[in-house]
């Protein structure tokens, strides 16, 4: 018999929460492969769900899917435009230097295939976070995002809505960008490379 409730816990990083049933009881748990729809669940949203027990016969939730009126809206979006337009505007001055003989048409091409990687890990790695599945290394994401990916990774994570909430993290990212922008300024200043 299905339920209604209202997630009062959720964790986004580790995937998982909690549902306070709507007429009374425990809180049941949940995990985000659960749900039925692809957007990411949230504190507050009313649910449907029916209840189990798991192998320690503790409540879960199962086949959980939204209430009418607590549908959320696809997550596409919120610094997606700004994302997309850093990153286009990063390698298109990068195109602009190796041009000019500033840099080598290499190093554009580098960080052109390592956006293509970087978003691509992370989109494998969102997934994975939500199947429970292996997931690819922090230091991964941060290495790619160091020798030139980090265009890619801005806007992935951004489009997954993935690594955002983790400041951690954010610091990291932020200080690869940096010093990946640092080598690249040094490399201008430098004597121009032939092509």
Known sequence: ????????????????????????GAPVFVHVSEFSRTTRP???????????????NRLRAS?????????PRAPMT?????AAAIAVAFLGLLAVLAVLHVLPVSVVALAVVLSGVAFALYRADKSAAIRGAWRVSESTLQTVSLLGGWPGALLAQRVYRHKTRKHSFQTTFWITVVVNCAVLGWMAIGTPFPL
């Open 63 to 71: 086949d959980v899917g939204y209430a009418p009126s607590s549908i």
């Open 78 to 82: 919120r610094g997606v435009p700004a």
């Open 1 to 24: 018999m299905r339920q209604e409730g209202t997630i009062t816990r959720w964790d986004d990083a580790r995937g998982f929460g909690f549902i306070t049933p709507k007429d009374g």
């Open 42 to 56: 949230g504190t507050g949203a009313v649910v449907t769900f029916r209840v189990t027990r798991d192998d320690r």
